[in-house]
């Protein structure tokens, strides 16, 4: 049965929105059909509603998805970029083929017209020589009985203009013949010449961006793999004021680097605790979490040489960018990435909307934000802060780490009520 693929792949952009593109020109099916695919392959289900829930409660899944789709993004980028070479490649020669068929065509009629204006330029040109000559005698044998007769200077003057004139005309054919058509071949050649300029020129072109496109390609596989670390989404809260989001000022720390200063202070360094589900962790980043996020057999060593730089791209893109903490007023931003990070994104997400009113889905949308909006943010704080505490009590865990969450709890909703201020 074919899968439904419109639903699978309004999943799959949700997750990676820069898929939109590529769903245009003669690929789009088979992209669609990819994309669909790796998300029932990712997620172990077919059917768009399970696999929705499935991704949802599972940041690592998502995180998986977005790296697969990724691939399939840079792939067809590349190939639409060879796509469009090749066609500009064909159009090019089909130009080609048809400037050397006129071109072709222009050489046998100016080779014909050549033949036969050199043997028409002969004739003329003998013609008026000829009768130039026969003229010529006659009148000289003429003015040889006249100046004979009547040797008078007149006669004489008579006979040179009239010989003038004669040789005059003559060269005048001749020059208008023979220098037409050497000036009709200059011009040959020199409309040629432009010609193979313009060829040439044409064909220069074409490298150039074949190599831009090779250029293209190659930067797009550069970012590709930066694209993990740049988060699962897009940056929403640079112009958002209603949101309590600001812009960025250069030179100085932006909301997640102020907020994520909190939870690795929080979260320390590598920890084994026996009792803790997570086993092997660094700075919050467990050994599970690693090897979804790098998609490889880690151990815990690799745990343990986790770098800072790195840490921070996963809280980024697993949680930041996951909750959409950029769309949060300032303060609740850093209370539901911190309980996010210690709990999980979809806990987190919950006691928010429970918090603010809203369908407790697990999932931050529109009427998840415009609730959370809507409710005064100090107010929003101090709930989140005493339903995360409630929310530690259910665990089995409490009675060994209790103490130390609840600490931890009142030492970010403090930092929080200060962002607020």
Not at 235 to 241: L, W
Not at 260 to 283: C, K, S, Y
Request: proline share 4%; aromatic share 6%.
């Amino acid at each position: 049965m074919a899968l439904p693929l419109v639903p699978l792949i309004s999943l799959a952009t949700t997750v990676l929105p820069q898929l939109v593109g590529l769903f245009a020109g003669k690929r789009a099916a088979e992209v669609a059909e990819k994309v669909a695919d790796v998300v029932t392959v990712v997620t172990g289900e077919s059917d768009p509603d399970r696999a929705q829930k499935a991704i949802d409660a599972n940041p690592e899944l998502q995180a998986k998805l977005h790296t697969e789709l990724e691939k399939i993004r840079v792939e067809y980028l590349k190939l639409q970029l060879e796509d469009a070479a090749s066609a500009r490649e064909h159009e090019t020669k089909r130009q080609d083929i048809e400037r050397a068929d006129r071109n072709s065509a222009r050489e046998t009629m100016i080779s014909a017209l050549r033949e036969k204006e050199s043997w028409t330029a002969s004739v003329i040109a003998l013609a008026p020589l000829l009768l130039s000559v026969t003229v010529i005698l006659v009148f000289v044998l003429f003015a040889s009985n006249l100046v004979s007769t009547n040797p008078a200077e007149e006669n004489r003057e008579l006979l040179n203009v009239i010989v003038g004139a004669l040789v005059a005309g003559f060269t005048a054919v001749v020059n208008f013949w023979l220098g037409s058509s050497q000036g009709s071949r200059d011009k040959d050649r020199v409309t040629s010449a432009i010609q193979a300029q313009q060829a040439q020129m044409q064909r220069v072109q074409i490298e150039a961006q074949s190599l831009q496109a090779s250029d293209v390609a190659r930067q797009v596989r550069d970012l590709s793999r930066q694209t993990v670390a740049a988060g699962l989404f897009p940056a929403q809260g640079s112009a958002q004021s209603d949101a309590g989001a600001t812009n960025v000022v250069p030179g100085q720390p932006g909301r997640f680097d102020l907020c994520i200063e909190q939870i690795l202070t929080h979260e320390g360094g590598f920890v084994n605790h026996p009792r803790d589900p997570g086993g092997a962790t660094n700075m919050g980043i467990t050994l599970r979490t690693l090897r979804a996020w790098r998609d490889e057999d880690l151990t815990e060593d690799d745990v343990r040489n986790l770098k800072r730089d790195e840490a921070k791209d996963i809280y980024r893109s697993l949680y930041w960018n996951l909750m959409k903490c950029d769309d949060l007023p300032k303060g609740v931003d850093l209370m539901v990435f911190d309980f996010g990070v210690n709990a999980g994104p979809r806990a987190s997400i919950q006691i928010l909307q429970r918090a603010a009113g809203a369908e407790a889905d697990g999932s931050i949308g529109p009427l998840t934000l415009r609730a959370v909006r809507s409710t005064e943010p100090k107010a929003l704080i101090d709930a989140l802060a005493r339903m995360r505490v409630d929310f530690y009590r259910k665990l089995t865990t409490f009675e060994t780490f209790g103490r130390g969450w609840e600490k931890r709890v009142d030492e970010i909703r403090k930092q929080a009520l200060l962002m607020v201020q």
